[in-house]
């Protein structure tokens, strides 16, 4: 007798700290809480990097959402356009947010001015093709199909329709958010964020119209890896944003096709990730993997003033693809935590510059026949910061002995071909510039188009009392065509 009371207050006791441990680490129960009660509510869909109000309720009701597809070109770079296929006219398409229990009912309308049909799998859902069975939608047409979302957590959505990896590659993918029944915790800042792997007909940045390049998607070599659609979505003015103190909560998706995602922020520590948008809780998490067709739920508190720089680690994609986004936290310094000396330009590089309008109006110029050097200039300025300042120092004056100046450079000024030269092929070996003697080497710049080059030149050129004078992209061309001097001893 008195064992079996022990034994039921033990357990009265053990429920009664239930709803706390699922406050800490949600618990993964399957939730189907029943019929769905109350008015059918719409969902509130948001573009990206928004995220729609949590649901606030304690029961399951009946969600209804539209969704349309829309095709439609739009830059994924400054001065380049490509047709993405989107889910709400957004990459990544717009972010659902349901609660556990809820049945949802799902519409699915492809916009008449679609070329392809669509539809859409949502890996939160429990059913054949996570929906495509049943959402097979041709241009001007709509689908529904309606399911019970039984699994707490963050789901990848994203088109399932032949050639997959295309419309996918195409940018059709998103997230979906089932909250636990009792909600996440309460946070400050929300944002959405989702990574895409992009292939391209042309080179990264190469201008114009940009057409789908299936070889490279199938070699799994992208011309662009981006955190939501394009290059600067999420830089400059366009960048997140949060105070001091604040507590922030990032869902991280990504849709691939190919790429895996080595998540990391700059600068911060994730106090918690659930991993793999599941309801186990990672601390104290550096850098967090996201599978291509995966999600995580990434949060922090954001302790010292500055700019933090989300990256995809494999770096080459942050630098040299695009890679990067910024949130930039306001509010007071911290010297305790933190000593000072904010954010460094030149590791970003033009990467993570304001934007690069002058860059895309040269183009925009040269295209129509009438660039002038200033033009150049302004478009070739945003590129030095970006490419050369990193050893010429941002006002040409290079380092003694190290990296000479382009500042009043007699080198630079006895011959300008030359000096194409150098940028496209490098240079080794003695030079003299200005009386003084430099034996060192300068790596070929050549993942700058022509376009670039002639801009940083005509930049150099009119910059820091050098003699002026223009580039053309013409000219560059020739060289890139033309054998290196001997002079330029770098090794491509
Ligand atoms: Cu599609």
């Known amino acids: 007798m008195r064992a079996l009371n022990l034994a039921r207050t033990l357990l009265v006791a053990a429920s009664a700290c239930l709803p706390l441990l699922s406050l800490a680490a949600p618990k993964a129960a399957t939730g189907d809480f029943g019929p769905p009660r109350g008015e059918p509510i719409h969902a509130v869909l948001t573009s990206p990097p928004h995220v729609p109000p949590?649901?606030?309720?304690?029961?399951?009701?009946?969600?209804?959402?539209?969704?349309?597809?829309?095709?439609?070109?739009?830059?994924?770079?400054?001065?380049?356009?490509?047709?993405?296929?989107?889910?709400?006219?957004?990459?990544?398409?717009s972010f659902i947010r349901v609660r556990q229990g809820d049945t949802v009912e799902f519409h699915l309308k492809n916009h008449p001015g679609s070329k392809m049909p669509h539809n859409i799998d949502l890996h939160g859902v429990t059913g054949p093709g996570g929906g495509a069975a049943s959402s097979f939608?041709?241009?001007?047409?709509?689908?529904?199909?309606?399911?019970?979302?039984?699994?707490?957590?963050?789901?990848?959505?994203?088109?399932?329709?032949?050639?997959?990896?295309?419309?996918?590659?195409?940018?059709?993918?998103?997230?979906?958010?089932v909250e636990p029944p009792q909600g996440l915790p309460k946070v400050d800042r929300e944002y959405y964020v989702m990574q895409g792997d992009f292939y391209t007909a042309g080179k990264y940045r190469e201008k114009g119209n940009q057409a789908f390049d299936m070889e490279k998607a199938i070699d799994e070599k992208p011309t662009y890896v981006l955190f939501n659609g394009a290059e600067g979505a999420l830089t400059g003015d366009k960048a997140m944003t949060a105070k001091v103190g604040e507590k922030v909560r990032l869902y991280v998706g990504n849709g691939g096709?190919?790429?895996?995602?080595?998540?990391?922020?700059?600068?911060?520590?994730?106090?918690?990730?659930?991993f793999e948008g599941g309801t186990n809780v990672q601390k104290n998490v550096q850098t967090t993997l996201i599978p291509a067709g995966g999600a995580a739920i990434a949060t922090f508190t954001a302790k010292v003033p500055g700019s933090y720089v989300l990256v995809d680690?494999?770096?080459?994609?942050?630098?040299?693809k695009g890679a990067l986004a910024i949130l930039k936290i306001e509010g007071d310094e911290n010297k305790g935590i933190y000593s000072g000396k904010e954010l460094d330009a030149v590791y970003l590089g033009d990467r993570a510059g304001p934007n690069l309008a002058a860059v895309a109006q040269a183009t925009q110029a040269a295209a129509a026949g009438k660039l002038t050097a200033d033009e150049q200039a302004k478009a070739?300025?945003?590129?030095?910061?970006?490419?050369?300042?990193?050893?010429?120092?941002?006002?040409?004056?290079?380092?003694?002995?190290?990296?000479?100046?382009?500042?009043?450079?007699?080198?630079?000024?006895?011959?300008?071909?030359?000096?194409?030269?150098?940028?496209?092929h490098g240079l080794s070996g003695k030079v003299t510039v200005n009386g003084q003697e430099y034996n060192s080497v300068m790596p070929p710049m050549n993942q700058l188009n022509d376009d670039e080059v002639a801009n940083?030149?005509?930049?150099?050129?009119?910059?820091?009392?050098?003699?002026?004078?223009?580039?053309?992209?013409?000219?560059?061309?020739?060289?890139?065509?033309?054998?290196?001097?001997a002079q330029n001893q770098a090794k491509e």
Request: net charge positive.
């Open 137 to 177: 939608t041709a241009p001007g047409h709509e689908s529904q199909f309606t399911f019970k979302a039984l699994n707490e957590g963050i789901y990848v959505y994203h088109c399932a329709t032949a050639p997959v990896g295309m419309h996918v590659a195409n940018g059709m993918y998103g997230l979906i958010l």
């Open 380 to 424: 070739g300025q945003a590129l030095f910061a970006g490419t050369c300042s990193v050893c010429h120092q941002g006002n040409g004056a290079g380092m003694p002995g190290v990296f000479p100046p382009l500042a009043k450079s007699d080198f630079l000024a006895a011959d300008v071909k030359r000096a194409v030269n150098v940028v496209l």
């Open 257 to 274: 096709p190919n790429l895996v995602s080595s998540f990391h922020v700059i600068g911060a520590i994730f106090d918690q990730v659930r």
């Open 456 to 485: 940083i030149l005509t930049y150099v050129l009119n910059s820091w009392g050098n003699p002026g004078g223009q580039v053309s992209k013409e000219d560059v061309k020739a060289q890139r065509a033309a054998k290196p001097p």
């Open 54 to 93: 949590p649901t606030n309720r304690n029961y399951p009701a009946k969600v209804i959402v539209d969704l349309e597809v829309v095709e439609k070109t739009m830059q994924i770079s400054e001065g380049v356009n490509y047709t993405f296929w989107t889910f709400g006219g957004s990459v990544p398409g």
């Open 313 to 320: 680690h494999s770096i080459f994609r942050a630098f040299n």
